[in-house]
């Protein structure tokens, strides 16, 4: 089905470049993740999203419970807003923000805070050496969730905690029970390998292939050794969760006993690098528009900005995708550019001056780093325009 007509009708007085978000689609990719999820709570990762209220219709939803932030300011200004249970899933050096949360209770109470070494302990008594009052700091312990063989030589995920090991999580849980100001409340374990890479990649069967057999292999060895750290750590504590996964590992997770909750992001808006994996399919819900300004050649147009590079490894697959009309590519020699990108293809030959291509942007909430608002459509229709942490002058990274 072409969405391109529905799209043009509902936004029709708006002027590109803008960001729109699919109601629609957006309701349908939540419900798969719920469904995937089997009962779980899923806790929103904000960085996906970065909108508040599109945050408060995800919440809103049943089979949704907790944001996971990724700054600490976010934090405190979310929590500010009324949101509550928030867990700020990276370690944060922010001075004033760390000594705001120590200073107010209620954000003690709504926050936790991500450690993986006693250097986060130690840097947070530094910061907070003469804070009084200073509320207790609710603390979650990373655990490096990658897959290593070959006896070291081979590694698949995310270079996040050095914590591995049950004996090396016990320890560093030990030393948070024992200092004066902090309480470890939740573990935190990202399986980046498994819910952030594709296993249907485009154009190598072989390259598939592998991905499929090392995330087997890295699923198996997670149920084993995130159970003995969930072990070895709840015998210093009381745990309150155990988050782990993501969009791309949702179902897998859940069925690990020791994971309490999953966290998911990208699964709402389903950019186009959540295209690439055989365990679900999503809607694309979040899209921008651009206007063609030039008609350079025959089969060719040019439109109004475009150079919206998603972050990672700098790749093709990084590039935002010409989605609507089907049919357009990027000029080789240009890409997607700063203030003008060169389209060529069929559909260039039916396009003019004025008219709108929609792109989707590689990956999710980046794309409201670019955009002030969102424009919310329903069916054909807009029923909304939304700020995004951006049009609420919020830019935390």
Known sequence: MDDRPRYDRATAALDPPFAMLDLVALRANAADLVRRAAGKPIRVATKSIRSRPVLDRILAMDGFRGLM???????????????????????????????????????????????????????????????????????????????????????????????????????????IAKRPGFRLVGLLAYEAQIAGVGDTPPGNALISRAIRIMQ??????????????????????????????GTGSVERTVREKAVTEVAAGSGFFHPRLFDFYSGFTGRPAALFALPVVRRPAPGTVTVLGGGYVASGPADPMRLPQPYLPAGLRYAPDEGAGEVQTPLLGEAAYDLRVGDRVWFRHAKAGELCERFATLHLVEGDTLVESVPTYRGEGKTFL
């Open 69 to 175: 932030a990724f700054t600490l300011p976010e934090a405190l200004w979310l929590v500010a807003e009324g949101f509550t249970d928030v867990l700020v899933a990276y370690p944060t050096a922010d001075r004033q923000a760390i000594t705001a949360l120590a200073g107010d209770p209620r954000a003690a109470r709504e926050i936790t805070l991500t450690v993986d070494s006693t250097e986060h302990l130690d840097h947070l008594d530094r910061v907070l050496a003469q804070s009084r009052p200073r509320q207790e700091l609710r603390i979650c312990l990373d655990i490096d969730a990658g897959y290593v063989a070959l006896g070291g030589k081979f590694r698949a995920g995310a270079l996040r905690s050095p914590v591995r090991e049950p004996e090396q999580a016990a320890e560093i849980a030990a030393e």
């Open 216 to 245: 087997a292999r890295s699923a198996r060895d997670l149920i084993l050794r995130r159970g003995r750290v969930v072990n070895a750590v709840s015998g210093l504590c009381d745990l309150e969760f155990v988050n782990g996964g």
